[in-house]
């Protein structure tokens, strides 16, 4: 959008304005921004809508310190524990990375459990976000992945007989379980294989797909909306209005004198006959 | 409400397909109706096209088809090869060799000596306890039937016992205690004079190699483990956590 300005302008404000108008004519960035951005929230919006932005900038920490940890680090067996020691103890500011690293993938856990909760407790995984639900289930699945895969790459006794411990776990689900496990392991025991491949999947392969599901979830999110807190005077109404037209559907359905047709499950549209909806 | 337009949406939808359909019965034209008009038009009707057609392959549709066909298998050809490459060796089982671990000597009668052996990873703590009472030896594998951490021998107790989860076995590998659904697994094992077998297990005679008729020079092999349930029949080995006997059995048909 350009405006006519008269006058001076100051040369640094002007030359940024043009800068925006010129990505913007070629990108429609600005308008695109503007639809994830700026978006009208429901009344009672609350801190408990901020639990997944919360996840997400943490898997952003996650992300940070591991690009700079996995400079450091070396994925052999032989001299994997060594590196982490290195990483702690000599490397300037190693502990810390490290334990932002560490304690970062704990509280993503939390947080992401607590994510969770709050989308059941509210109600907002039903229609017409469930595709928001699974897209964020599909994120779960990956964030507990990734704590299994990171916890084995310290590689001290603790890290490798629990790491061993979960793989077996994964062996004894029924018919298909044993492959898993192999596949996991890298074999049928637990050796040096393990280790690198465990290395790509944490630091490669799964990051990919939560980078992936994120951005699906954050468009769902932006196309459909903050979900209106339970306690919303709007949704309550809308939800009796329903719960109405419903109630009348089946009663007019039903006999006279007959028990009347039990309630439809949630989320069926409740059937209108065709006089009526002329 | 959302019922109430979808449904004045649907009929709304529906009368539209039925005038459509009359339309299409009546010849698609107006001036066609009986009766009517039938001297020279200005508007000639177009001859009928075949693109109309939906069953017609124009050349764009059999373009697009070409190219969804060989985007799939060029993506195959990647796709195949690199999951078969992260996939395939896992899940062949691990190759064991029949191994010379010394003289009967070595391992004196009424002990169980501990034996560590070459494993997959150094890390990986895998030990044999070679129990040689009651005029047989029989080698015991290190690995919990669990969840496979590594199960220390006690001499005194004559037990075995997993640190991870408490499970306990007896002097024979046999489960005493705690949550493992199977024995100790084993390993085969021979005592050989020469290339001569001087006794082998397992076999249905007894669950160990009879140390009666070998000399204390005859030398001990170790070869393939196998897994037991607890009456010390002689199944296939199995991972750790699968139970070998019962119900519970039919859940790993493949193992």
């Not at chain 2, 039938?38 to 508007?43: K, L, M, S, V, W």
């Not at chain 2, 029949?233 to 956590?241: A, D």
């Amino acid at each position: 959008m350009t405006v006519k300005r008269i006058g001076r302008q100051n040369p640094a404000v002007q030359g940024t304005e043009e800068l925006v108008d010129y990505v913007d004519e070629r990108t429609g960035l600005n308008f695109g921004l503007r639809w994830f951005l700026f978006r009208n929230v429901p009344r009672g919006t609350s801190w408990f809508q901020t639990l997944g932005f919360t996840a997400m900038a943490l898997f952003g920490l996650q992300a940070i310190t591991g690009i700079i940890l996995a400079m450091y680090y070396k994925p052999d067996p032989s001299v994997a524990h060594q590196s982490i020691v290195n990483i702690t103890d000599h490397v300037t500011w190693g502990w810390l990375v490290r334990g932002m690293h560490k304690w970062g993938a704990s509280a993503m856990i939390v947080v992401v459990f607590l994510h969770m909760g709050r989308v059941f407790f509210f109600g907002s995984y039903k229609y017409p976000r469930e595709l928001t639900w699974l897209t964020g289930a599909t994120l779960l699945i990956l964030t507990m992945f990734m704590g299994l895969t990171g916890y084995l790459l310290v590689w001290d006794q603790r890290a490798y007989w629990a790491t061993v411990v979960a793989t077996n776990i994964t062996s004894t689900a029924p018919i298909i379980g044993p492959y898993i496990g192999d596949i996991l392991r890298g074999g049928p025991e637990f050796g040096p294989d393990t280790l690198s491949r465990f290395y790509s999947i944490h630091m490669l392969l799964i990051p990919i797909g939560i980078a992936t599901f994120i951005v699906i979830h954050l468009y769902l999110i932006t196309k459909l909306g903050i979900a209106e807190p339970p306690w919303s005077k709007r949704r309550l109404a809308a939800e009796r209005a329903e719960e109405e037209e419903r109630r009348r559907a089946a009663h007019e359905r039903a006999p006279r004198g007959r028990i009347a047709v039990p309630p439809s499950e949630p989320g069926v549209p409740a059937p209108v006959r065709m006089e009526q909806a002329e | 409400m959302p019922h109430g337009t979808d449904a004045s949406d649907a009929v709304r939808e529906e009368a539209r397909l039925a005038d459509e359909i009359q339309d299409g019965a009546n010849g698609g034209t107006p001036e066609e109706a009986p009766g009517s008009y039938t001297g020279p038009r200005a508007y000639e009707a177009p001859p009928p096209d075949e693109h109309d057609d939906p069953e017609f392959i124009t050349r764009t549709r059999f373009l697009t088809n070409v190219a969804l066909v060989s985007g799939g298998v060029l993506t195959a050809a990647i796709l195949v090869p690199v999951i078969g490459f992260a996939v395939a060796p896992t899940v062949q089982s691990e190759k064991f060799r029949w191994v010379d671990i010394g003289p009967l000597s070595t391992f004196p009668s009424g002990q169980t000596t501990s034996l560590a052996v070459s494993g997959p990873d150094p890390e990986a703590d895998r030990r044999i306890f070679l129990r040689n009472r009651d005029g047989m030896i029989i080698p015991i594998w290190n690995r919990c039937a669990h969840l496979g951490c590594p199960v220390a021998y006690s001499a005194g107790g004559d037990n075995y016992v997993c640190p991870c989860h408490g499970g306990a076995y007896n002097s024979l590998g046999l489960v005493v205690a705690g949550p493992p659904p199977r024995p100790l697994d084993r390993l085969a094992v021979r005592i050989v004079r020469g290339k001569t077998v001087v006794s082998e297990s397992p076999t249905s005679a007894s669950p160990g190699a009879p140390t009666r008729h070998a000399k204390p020079t005859d030398h001990i092999l170790l070869g393939r483990p196998y897994s037991i349930d607890a009456q010390q029949q002689v199944f296939k080995l199995h991972p750790p956590g699968e139970p070998v006997t019962g119900i519970l059995a039919n859940l790993y048909p493949f193992t």
